[in-house]
Protein backbone atom coordinates (compact mmCIF):
# COMPACT_ATOMS: atom_id res chain seq x y z
CA UNK A 1 0.00 0.00 0.00
CA UNK A 2 1.57 3.11 -1.42
CA UNK A 3 0.79 6.65 1.00
CA UNK A 4 -0.51 9.33 -2.07
CA UNK A 5 -0.69 12.81 -0.97
CA UNK A 6 -3.16 15.70 -2.81
CA UNK A 7 -1.46 18.95 -2.39
CA UNK A 8 -4.31 21.10 -3.41
CA UNK A 9 -4.23 24.93 -3.96
CA UNK A 10 -5.00 27.96 -5.92
CA UNK A 11 -1.02 28.07 -6.43
CA UNK A 12 -1.52 31.72 -7.79
CA UNK A 13 1.89 31.07 -8.03
CA UNK A 14 2.94 28.37 -6.61
CA UNK A 15 5.87 30.14 -4.61
CA UNK A 16 9.13 28.70 -2.26
CA UNK A 17 6.64 28.06 1.05
CA UNK A 18 4.61 25.35 -1.08
CA UNK A 19 8.06 23.87 -2.24
CA UNK A 20 9.00 23.46 1.39
CA UNK A 21 6.35 22.00 1.82
CA UNK A 22 6.54 19.52 -0.87
CA UNK A 23 10.28 18.91 0.11
CA UNK A 24 8.83 18.52 4.09
CA UNK A 25 6.36 15.91 3.13
CA UNK A 26 9.19 13.49 1.84
CA UNK A 27 11.94 14.60 4.34
CA UNK A 28 9.42 13.92 7.28
CA UNK A 29 7.86 10.24 5.35
CA UNK A 30 4.55 11.29 5.61
CA UNK A 31 3.70 9.87 2.19
CA UNK A 32 5.30 7.99 -1.03
CA UNK A 33 3.64 10.20 -3.40
CA UNK A 34 2.31 13.26 -4.01
CA UNK A 35 -0.03 15.19 -6.82
CA UNK A 36 -0.10 18.86 -6.51
CA UNK A 37 -3.49 19.80 -8.00
CA UNK A 38 -4.08 23.05 -8.72
CA UNK A 39 -7.63 24.49 -8.57
CA UNK A 40 -10.04 25.07 -11.36
CA UNK A 41 -12.65 27.22 -9.77
CA UNK A 42 -11.74 27.70 -6.01
CA UNK A 43 -15.04 28.81 -4.28
CA UNK A 44 -13.41 29.49 -0.48
CA UNK A 45 -11.28 32.63 -1.71
CA UNK A 46 -11.98 36.38 -1.43
CA UNK A 47 -10.99 36.75 -5.49
CA UNK A 48 -10.47 34.43 -8.46
CA UNK A 49 -7.21 33.67 -9.79
CA UNK A 50 -5.35 36.03 -11.67
CA UNK A 51 -3.85 33.11 -13.71
CA UNK A 52 -5.68 31.13 -16.14
CA UNK A 53 -5.74 27.31 -14.71
CA UNK A 54 -3.42 26.38 -17.26
CA UNK A 55 -0.51 29.25 -16.25
CA UNK A 56 -1.27 28.10 -12.77
CA UNK A 57 -0.35 24.89 -14.34
CA UNK A 58 2.21 25.31 -15.95
CA UNK A 59 3.54 27.34 -13.26
CA UNK A 60 3.36 24.41 -10.90
CA UNK A 61 4.93 22.23 -13.37
CA UNK A 62 8.12 24.76 -13.55
CA UNK A 63 8.43 25.16 -9.97
CA UNK A 64 8.23 21.06 -9.60
CA UNK A 65 11.11 20.33 -11.88
CA UNK A 66 13.54 22.77 -9.35
CA UNK A 67 13.09 19.67 -6.89
CA UNK A 68 15.72 17.76 -5.73
CA UNK A 69 15.62 14.43 -8.38
CA UNK A 70 14.72 12.22 -5.26
CA UNK A 71 12.19 14.28 -4.90
CA UNK A 72 10.61 15.56 -8.49
CA UNK A 73 10.83 11.38 -9.49
CA UNK A 74 7.62 11.43 -6.41
CA UNK A 75 5.68 14.55 -7.13
CA UNK A 76 3.38 15.12 -10.63
CA UNK A 77 0.79 17.94 -11.40
CA UNK A 78 -2.55 16.81 -12.03
CA UNK A 79 -4.88 18.31 -13.32
CA UNK A 80 -8.41 17.20 -12.60
CA UNK A 81 -9.37 20.01 -11.31
CA UNK A 82 -8.73 22.46 -13.84
CA UNK A 83 -10.22 20.18 -16.51
CA UNK A 84 -13.24 19.63 -14.73
CA UNK A 85 -16.21 21.85 -15.44
CA UNK A 86 -17.57 23.99 -12.51
CA UNK A 87 -16.36 24.46 -9.15
CA UNK A 88 -13.48 22.49 -7.43
CA UNK A 89 -14.80 20.64 -4.34
CA UNK A 90 -11.91 18.73 -3.14
CA UNK A 91 -14.14 15.46 -2.28
CA UNK A 92 -15.08 15.14 -5.85
CA UNK A 93 -11.33 15.17 -6.40
CA UNK A 94 -10.81 12.79 -3.88
CA UNK A 95 -13.29 10.17 -4.97
CA UNK A 96 -11.58 10.41 -8.85
CA UNK A 97 -8.35 10.02 -7.29
CA UNK A 98 -8.79 6.98 -4.40
CA UNK A 99 -10.59 5.13 -8.00
CA UNK A 100 -7.51 6.02 -9.83
CA UNK A 101 -5.43 4.60 -6.73
CA UNK A 102 -7.09 1.69 -5.07
CA UNK A 103 -5.63 0.33 -2.14
CA UNK A 104 -3.54 2.88 -1.53
CA UNK A 105 -3.90 5.25 1.46
CA UNK A 106 -4.70 9.03 0.52
CA UNK A 107 -3.61 11.91 2.54
CA UNK A 108 -5.15 15.57 1.92
CA UNK A 109 -2.62 18.54 2.67
CA UNK A 110 -3.89 20.79 3.80
CA UNK A 111 -1.99 24.57 5.92
CA UNK A 112 -3.43 25.47 8.77
CA UNK A 113 -5.73 28.27 7.40
CA UNK A 114 -7.55 25.83 5.08
CA UNK A 115 -8.27 23.56 8.18
CA UNK A 116 -9.78 25.51 10.36
CA UNK A 117 -12.29 26.24 7.49
CA UNK A 118 -12.79 22.51 6.60
CA UNK A 119 -16.23 22.85 8.14
CA UNK A 120 -17.14 25.11 5.41
CA UNK A 121 -15.85 22.61 2.49
CA UNK A 122 -18.63 20.62 0.64
CA UNK A 123 -19.39 17.53 2.40
CA UNK A 124 -16.71 18.38 4.82
CA UNK A 125 -17.70 15.22 7.26
CA UNK A 126 -17.46 12.70 3.80
CA UNK A 127 -14.46 14.36 3.14
CA UNK A 128 -12.73 13.78 6.25
CA UNK A 129 -14.25 9.86 6.53
CA UNK A 130 -12.20 8.84 3.87
CA UNK A 131 -8.95 10.27 3.91
CA UNK A 132 -6.51 11.24 6.34
CA UNK A 133 -5.64 14.91 6.75
CA UNK A 134 -2.16 16.10 7.21
CA UNK A 135 -2.19 19.82 8.04
CA UNK A 136 1.03 21.49 8.21
CA UNK A 137 0.60 24.06 10.25
CA UNK A 138 1.37 28.08 9.40
CA UNK A 139 2.83 31.33 10.32
CA UNK A 140 0.49 33.81 12.12
CA UNK A 141 -2.26 30.52 12.39
CA UNK A 142 -2.92 28.69 15.72
CA UNK A 143 -0.72 25.25 15.46
CA UNK A 144 -2.98 22.63 14.42
CA UNK A 145 -0.62 19.93 12.95
CA UNK A 146 3.04 19.55 11.79
CA UNK A 147 5.04 22.10 12.43
CA UNK A 148 7.06 21.86 8.92
CA UNK A 149 9.00 25.48 10.25
CA UNK A 150 7.24 26.73 7.66
CA UNK A 151 8.31 29.68 5.70
CA UNK A 152 6.36 33.01 5.85
CA UNK A 153 5.42 33.54 2.61
CA UNK A 154 2.17 34.38 0.61
CA UNK A 155 1.19 34.34 -2.78
CA UNK A 156 -0.67 37.74 -2.15
CA UNK A 157 2.89 39.54 -1.65
CA UNK A 158 4.14 37.67 -4.89
CA UNK A 159 1.20 39.21 -6.73
CA UNK A 160 1.28 42.87 -5.47
CA UNK A 161 4.95 43.11 -6.29
CA UNK A 162 5.99 42.75 -2.63
CA UNK A 163 8.18 39.32 -2.87
CA UNK A 164 9.95 37.48 -5.42
CA UNK A 165 9.95 34.02 -3.46
CA UNK A 166 9.15 31.87 -6.41
CA UNK A 167 11.90 29.64 -8.41
CA UNK A 168 13.99 32.07 -11.17
CA UNK A 169 11.67 29.71 -13.52
CA UNK A 170 8.21 30.66 -12.30
CA UNK A 171 9.53 34.10 -11.84
CA UNK A 172 10.77 33.89 -15.65
CA UNK A 173 7.36 32.63 -16.71
CA UNK A 174 5.73 35.50 -14.73
CA UNK A 175 7.64 38.17 -16.75
CA UNK A 176 6.94 36.72 -20.16
CA UNK A 177 3.43 36.32 -19.41
CA UNK A 178 2.81 39.45 -17.97
CA UNK A 179 0.78 38.39 -14.89
CA UNK A 180 0.60 40.05 -11.84
CA UNK A 181 1.56 43.24 -13.45
CA UNK A 182 4.74 43.90 -11.71
Not at 142 to 150: E, P
Request: charged share 20%; proline share 6%.
Amino acid sequence: MSRVGIYGGTFDPIHLGHLHVITQLFEKDLVDQLLVVPAGQPLLRDSQPIATPEQRRMMCQLAVSTLPVAIKSKVSVNPIEILRQGPSYAIDTVEAIKATYPGDQIFLVVGADAYAKIHNWHRSDELQAMVSIICIDRPGYASQGIDIAALEVAATTIRQGLSVDVPEIVAAFIRENGLYDN
